[in-house]
């Protein structure tokens, strides 16, 4: 008996101590051998994920309010923004262009009417005073209410989620940005007292028609500061908060009073206000301001970016002053209006001789078509690009006076053809400038060598890809007229290049820019008085004499292939102005020649122009003398006495001029 309770006392369900697993050993392996023919009874164990999950989320929480303490601005809603509103003006100070947003200082709600705050309140987060950064009741509210709707039609966030939000988060609704907003908020709330939270939220919330902020929204629809807001006033501001672009008062008004008085039942919810006074409360109206000045041009539009650098951030509306000068601006505008151009586009700049730009347009109509023909349209200059060609010519000792061959010409299978079709033989440089002769010009292309035609176009200040091939010298690549007119304000001062800028102070380039510039200045004798005469000949004499004036005037048509482009680019007085017809589609303009139309609007331009602006130019070389104009060929005055009466010649002037008329549109 002694033996079989020892027995017992060492035994485990009938097997001895001594056979029984070991407590202490490692568990076997999936791979480990087992004993032959015993079967593998033991459990799989699974892995546990959740903690791994649990520890990511919570290091990422933490990391996220390390990154908010080290790095988060707290002011960066009572800051303005960073592209305020720019009420440009002309050079006179005259207004010509706003846009933008526009932000003013912040507000302090302890200084405001007690209603203010509590509309936004109200309609916004009743229990802003209570939570703790969300409010899970209103979360499950606003599901409640979209699950009924079949939609999002309302939103649970806080007054703080939405400060998180328009302060350090974009509007992309994904989870990882309510996450963030959520924590963001937490922060916040910790950081900041109510009354700081509510202030930086009603100085950067958005109020519609590009209005930011409290202060602007009062201004901007009431005109009157927000300390001064009536209770309709407060009420009608917390419900476009909502939807600002749709409820905008200025654009929706029933819709803006409809949603006051669910803000003005909510005030009364809350009990800010009794329900008596809530119906009682007038309704608000909009005080509309209206303003004729435009929020955006032609010139506005290119000048813009330039502006934003030119100041440094602040509240409200800047000011700031362009070189436009809005009389020449007007004359442009008529002068591009009134152009018989049928389908086509037209555009027009100008400038003085040192690069400021005193008038652009960039189109017949900026509310049709807001693209700037004049500074983004790459087009061909055709053989106002010639400029370039006989600047290399002179440059390499050619004069107006030397002799050129004016004979068709074959490069690699290619043959430039004359406009007229006419070929003159030996003639000078002079007659080939004003007579536009594309044989003549490519046989001194060649002659001079393209890679001069180059240097000369890039001194000027032409940045764009220039081919070379022989079809250079006959403008085949494109520019921007912009450009092109800056390269003529270079030959009108004197001096390369010139850069078009529309703010009166011109930045001075700096670093590696200034160390590269090539800035130089045209040799008098050698190349800027014989480059002025022939500029000379051919605006007076030659292929652009529709554009002479009274005063000396300096110009080059061009034509392109098929007609499809028309300019004439020139100068008189104290404006360098280029003119550009086309049309979108790059189809041919007809009859429509550099010589023509585009001549035609130069000169109704200048003239109107030259006696508003009453500026002279530049000085002109000494070396230049203006030359005498040649007289137009009188047929009756050739020595021979007409047969017709005198009373007949008469008569019939405006049908030989109506016949002259058809013989100039051959010019190019």
């Known amino acids: 008996m002694t033996v079989t309770a020892r027995d017992d006392i060492w035994s485990r369900g009938g097997l001895p101590v001594e056979e029984l697993p070991n407590p202490f050993a490692t568990e076997p392996s999936e791979h480990q051998d ?288 362009t070189t436009l000068d809005s009389d020449l601006q007007r004359l442009a505008v008529r002068a591009v209006a009134r152009a018989q151009i049928g389908g086509a586009q037209a555009a027009l700049v100008a400038m003085r001789p040192d690069g400021r730009v005193v008038a652009m347009v960039g189109g017949k109509s900026y509310k049709d078509s807001p693209f700037n023909r004049a500074t983004q349209a790459q087009r061909q200059p055709g053989s106002a690009f010639k400029l370039f060609v006989y600047l290399a010519a002179l440059r390499a000792g050619w004069t107006p006076d030397s002799l050129i061959e004016d004979k068709p010409i074959t490069i690699g299978g290619w043959t430039p053809v004359n406009s007229d079709r006419v070929y003159r033989g030996q003639i000078t440089l002079r007659e080939a400038f004003a007579r536009s002769s594309n044989a003549a010009t490519v046989r001194l292309s060649e002659s001079v060598g393209r890679n001069n035609i180059i240097r000369a176009a890039r001194d000027l200040g032409i940045t764009t890809p220039l081919p070379d091939r022989p079809s250079l010298a006959l403008g085949t690549a494109g520019v921007s007229l912009l450009e092109l007119t800056s390269a003529y304000a270079a030959v009108a001062s004197g001096h390369y290049p010139i850069r078009a800028r529309g703010l009166p102070d011109a930045q001075e380039p700096e670093g590696l820019a200034a160390f590269f510039r090539s800035d130089g200045s045209l040799d008098q004798r050698r190349d800027w008085a014989p480059m002025l005469d022939l500029l000379f000949a051919a605006a007076n004499n030659g292929t652009g004499k529709r554009a002479a004036l009274a005063i000396p005037t300096f110009g080059k048509t061009g034509t392109t292939q098929e007609n499809r482009d028309a300019l004439f680019v020139g100068f008189a007085g104290n404006l360098v102005v280029g003119v550009w017809v086309g049309r979108d589609d790059n189809g041919s303009l007809g009859k429509i020649s550099g010589g023509t139309v585009p001549a035609e609007i130069w000169r109704n331009f200048m003239t109107s122009a030259v006696a508003v602006d009453g500026q002279r130019g530049p000085r002109l070389p000494a070396q230049f003398h203006v030359p005498q104009r040649q007289p137009q060929p009188d047929p009756t005055q050739d020595g021979r006495k007409s047969p017709l009466p005198p009373e007949w010649s008469d008569s019939t002037k405006q049908l030989r001029e109506i016949a002259d008329q058809l013989a100039n549109l051959t010019g190019n």
């Open 34 to 321: 087992l004993p032959e023919g015993q079967p593998d009874e033991t459990p799989r164990k699974r892995r546990r994920r959740w903690p791994i999950v649990l520890y990511c989320v919570f290091g990422l929480i933490f990391v996220t309010i390390v990154w908010l303490v080290l790095t988060a601005p707290l002011s960066r809603a009572l800051e303005p923004l960073a592209n305020p509103a720019l009420l440009m003006l002309s050079d006179d100070g005259r207004p010509i262009a706003v846009r933008g947003a526009i932000k003013e200082a912040p507000v302090e709600v302890a200084k405001l009417n007690k209603f203010t705050p509590a509309a936004f309140v109200s309609i916004e987060d009743r229990r802003f005073y209570s939570h703790w950064g969300i409010d899970p009741r209103g979360i499950g509210r606003a599901f409640v209410a979209n699950l009924r709707g079949g939609g999002v039609r309302q939103g649970g966030s806080t007054i703080t989620q939405q400060l998180a939000k328009t302060s350090f988060l974009s509007n992309n609704r994904t989870v990882k940005r309510k996450a963030q907003e959520i924590i963001i908020a937490f922060w916040l709330e910790a950081w900041l007292t109510k009354q700081e939270i509510l202030s930086r939220y009603l100085s950067s919330v958005y109020f519609g028609d590009g209005v930011y902020g409290l202060r602007a929204a009062a201004h901007h629809y009431f005109n009157r500061d927000p300390e001064n807001l009536t209770l309709g006033q407060s009420a009608m501001l917390a419900g476009l908060v909502q939807a600002p672009s749709r409820l905008a008062p200025t654009h929706n008004l029933p819709a803006a009073q409809k949603r006051s008085k669910l803000v003005l039942a909510a005030m009364a919810d809350t009990g800010a206000i009794t329900a008596s006074r809530a119906r009682a409360t007038t309704l608000a109206h909009p005080v509309l301001i209206t303003s004729k000045v435009p929020t955006g041009t032609y010139f506005a539009d290119w000048v813009a970016p330039s502006a934003q650098n030119a100041f440094e951030t602040d509240f409200g509306q800047v000011k700031v002053r």
